[in-house]
C-alpha cells in the first residue's frame, strides 16, 4: 500500500541527505559496536551486545521506511499553482479578527510541518479552512478549540 507522498526541493534533499547519513555514518558505527561486543566472549549473556543488535534493528527499520517514502516521493510542482488562491507553499499573511493580531503561515506537506518556523500542515484545520481563498477574503474556521475568523491579507510564494 505505497502512498505518493508530496514534497518540497529542500524537504527531498533533507530526507535524502538523512538516507545517506545512516547508510554511511550510523550503519558502520553500529556494525562496530557489534563487533566489539562479540570480541568480550560468551553473547548470551552479553547486553552491549544485545544493546548494539537492538539498535541496528531499529536503524534497519528507519532506513527501509526512509527508502519506501523516498520511492513514492514527487515533488510539486510550483508553476502549476495558481498565485492568487492559497495552495500547497503559498505563504499567506492573515489578521486573525478575533484579537487582532497578524500571523503568516506556509502551507506544506504534512511531513515539513514546523509551527516554530511558521510552517503549517496543508492538512491541519487552519490551512484546510485557507485552501481556495483569495485576497481580501475573510473565512471563519473551526479549530479544536473553537471558532477563529481570519483576514486574508497577502498571498505569496
Not at 515539513?112 to 481556495?132: N, Q, T, Y
Amino acid at each position: 500500500m505505497n502512498q505518493v507522498k508530496y514534497f518540497t526541493k529542500e524537504g527531498l534533499t533533507k530526507l535524502r541527505d538523512e538516507l545517506e547519513r545512516l547508510k554511511s555514518v550510523e550503519r558502520p558505527a553500529i556494525s562496530q559496536q557489534i563487533a566489539e561486543a562479540r570480541e568480550k566472549g560468551d553473547l548470551s549473556e552479553n547486553a552491549e551486545y544485545d544493546a548494539a543488535k537492538n539498535e541496528q534493528g531499529m536503524l534497519e527499520l528507519r532506513i527501509s521506511k526512509l527508502e519506501e517514502t523516498l520511492s513514492n516521493a514527487r515533488i510539486i510542482d510550483e508553476s502549476q499553482l495558481d498565485g492568487k488562491r492559497i495552495s500547497i507553499l503559498s505563504k499567506v499573511k492573515l489578521r486573525n479578527l478575533n484579537n487582532g493580531k497578524l500571523v503568516e503561515y506556509t502551507l506544506v506537506p504534512e511531513n515539513e510541518a514546523d509551527i516554530k518556523s511558521g510552517k503549517i500542515s496543508v492538512s491541519s484545520p487552519i490551512a484546510r479552512g485557507l485552501l481556495g481563498k483569495e485576497k481580501g477574503e475573510k473565512v471563519e474556521i473551526q479549530v479544536p478549540a473553537g471558532k477563529l475568523s481570519f483576514e486574508v491579507l497577502d498571498i505569496s510564494r
